[in-house]
Nanobody, 122 residues
Framework: QVQLVESGGGLVQAGDSLRLSCTASGGTSSRSVRGWFRQAPGKEREFVAA????????TYSDSVKGRFTISRDNAKNTVYLQMTSLKPEDTAVYYCAASALWSVREGTYDYWGQGTQVTVSS
């Protein structure tokens, strides 16, 4: 059982930066891929970024590429999402998730955090 806890959300203005954290506990070795997803009001949850563990590979959605950076500190079992040049359309609940497989598909991730709200005002 993997437990994921996100933190770092908040209310910021357009153009600001914010860093989200996701700390894992439990059987983390079996779920080494970490992903960030987000869900805006009235919309489906969408993929944002993902990162592997041992050989660091990252991928991003087109909407955040060049503005967001995913990274991890394996010693702390923590994954980060550094968000820069934030836009109002980035407003959403951001979820951290864990998977045994490398994927951008939501269905591949079987452990989820509770989510953290990010609100970007114009």
């Amino acid at each position: 059982q993997v437990q994921l806890v996100e933190s770092g959300g908040g209310l910021v203005q357009a153009g600001d930066s914010l860093r989200l954290s996701c700390t894992a506990s439990g059987g983390t070795s079996s779920r080494s891929v970490r992903g960030w997803f987000r869900q805006a009001p009235g919309k489906e949850r969408e993929f944002v970024a993902a990162i592997t563990s041992s050989i660091i590979i990252t991928t991003y959605s087109d909407s955040v590429k060049g503005r967001f950076t995913i990274s991890r500190d394996n010693a702390k079992n923590t994954v980060y999402l550094q968000m820069t040049s934030l836009k109002p359309e980035d407003t959403a609940v951001y979820y951290c998730a864990a998977s045994a497989l490398w994927s951008v598909r939501e269905g591949t991730y079987d452990y989820w955090g509770q989510g953290t709200q990010v609100t970007v005002s114009s």
